[in-house]
Structure formats: C-alpha cells, structure tokens
C-alpha cells in the first residue's frame, strides 16, 4: 500500500522530473549534464528538491562553496551554489566541460540583485566552454507578491541579444513545482540543440 499513496501524494510529486526526463531522453545510455546555476538564495535546493521528489520543508541555506550532483537513470544534474565567492570562480570552470543544459535560477522577488544576477549570467554565457550550450533561465518565487514577471527579467537583463545558443525563460515557483515541469519539457526538447 505504501507505493500507492506515495503517488496519490499529487501529479506534481509523483511527476519527479527524473522520469519525465527518462521519457523524453532519445538515447539511454548518453549521460546528461546539467548545470543549475544561480545567486544564492535564488531557489536551486528546493528546485532540486523538487526534481529529485525530495521533501522540501526543510532547507536551510547551503553554506560556502557547494555543489551537489543528483545521478539517476543516465542523467547527471551538477548543482552549484554561486553566491558571493567570487574568488573561487576560476575552479568553476574545470566543471564546465561537457555540460549539455544550463539551467539558471533567478529570485524573481529580489529586485535589488537583479543587475548582480544579469552580470553573472552574462559571464557564463561568455565561458568558452559552456558556448552554444542551450540556457533555460528560471524565474523563480512568482508565487510572491513582489516578483517581478518573466518578461520584465528577460528584458532587464538583454536576453532578446542572445544570439548563440536557444534560450528560454520559465516563470516558475520551486516552492510548488508550478512552472517547472514546462521548464524541464523544454530542457528535454533542447538538450540536444547544443551550437557548435
């Protein structure tokens, strides 16, 4: 009985993204990487939590320099927590290698770091290794009062001039899952749409 009620829990939880992706993967033995990237405070635990079906009463925030890598069934989800040490960004890159997806989280509510966020961003897209790689930024928290909306962010932050690779910006609320799973369809759509 304990199986049932776990997927009675919701459509959004027993939805665990791991297995929308295992779907819509072409093929299954190819490793998939995926770097989630994004200022601190912005969502990526409870993000992943949410991916991982994990439960996400209880995070706290993640301390110093992190990186968590979620396995299963050929996919490889590489976590980072960016926030203020900037001095340790140079060792980032010995993990841009590879990645097929970079996804970035964004706090919608935290206007005042709107134009640290951008500037972050722009960085990775400028990193050689991660050229072409498809973005997927996610505009997270819209389930408070204060957030700005998706299209306010893309425009903030130039998205409209990315030119070399495909983009997407998903509204998106880590917190209740709404939002994510369109996020992680169009992650499956694109992962091979990498620009060489």
Same mark, same amino acid.
């Given at each position: &009985?304990?199986?049932?009620?776990?997927?009675?829990?919701?459509?959004?939880?027993?939805?665990?993204?791991?297995?929308?992706?295992?779907?819509?993967?072409?093929?299954?033995?190819?490793?998939?990487?995926?770097?989630?990237?994004?200022?601190?405070?912005?969502?990526?635990?409870?993000?992943?939590? $949410?991916?991982?079906?994990?439960?996400?009463?209880?995070?706290?925030?993640?301390?110093?320099?992190?990186?968590?890598?979620?396995?299963?069934?050929?996919?490889?989800?590489?976590?980072?927590?960016?926030?203020? $040490?900037?001095?340790?960004?140079?060792?980032?890159?010995?993990?841009?290698?590879?990645?097929?997806?970079?996804?970035?989280?964004?706090?919608?509510?935290?206007?005042?770091?709107?134009?640290?966020?951008?500037?972050?961003?722009?960085?990775?897209?400028?990193?050689?290794?991660?050229?072409?790689?498809?973005?997927?930024?996610?505009?997270?928290?819209?389930?408070?009062?204060?957030?700005?909306?998706?299209?306010?962010?893309?425009?903030?932050?130039?998205?409209?001039?990315?030119?070399?690779?495909?983009?997407?910006?998903?509204?998106?609320?880590?917190?209740?899952?709404?939002?994510?799973?369109?996020? &992680?369809?169009?992650?499956?759509?694109?992962?091979?749409?990498?620009?060489?």
């Amino acid at each position: &009985m304990g199986e049932q009620k776990s997927l009675r829990d919701g459509p959004q939880r027993a939805q665990g993204l791991l297995s929308i992706l295992r779907k819509l993967k072409s093929t299954p033995d190819q490793e998939v990487r995926i770097l989630l990237l994004g200022l601190d405070n912005a969502g990526k635990t409870t993000l992943l939590k $949410q991916l991982a079906s994990e439960d996400i009463s209880h995070i706290t925030p993640t301390q110093g320099f992190n990186i968590k890598s979620v396995q299963s069934q050929g996919f490889k989800l590489n976590v980072w927590d960016i926030g203020g $040490q900037r001095k340790i960004r140079p060792y980032w890159r010995n993990y841009f290698e590879n990645t097929d997806i970079l996804i970035y989280v964004i706090d919608s509510a935290d206007r005042k770091r709107f134009e640290e966020t951008g500037q972050e961003l722009a960085e990775l897209l400028d990193e050689e290794k991660l050229s072409g790689v498809p973005v997927l930024i996610f505009a997270n928290k819209q389930d408070l009062l204060t957030a700005a909306p998706a299209s306010e962010i893309a425009e903030g932050l130039n998205l409209h001039t990315i030119r070399d690779r495909v983009w997407q910006i998903q509204s998106c609320s880590a917190l209740s899952g709404e939002g994510v799973q369109d996020g &992680m369809n169009w992650v499956c759509k694109n992962v091979n749409a990498k620009k060489k």
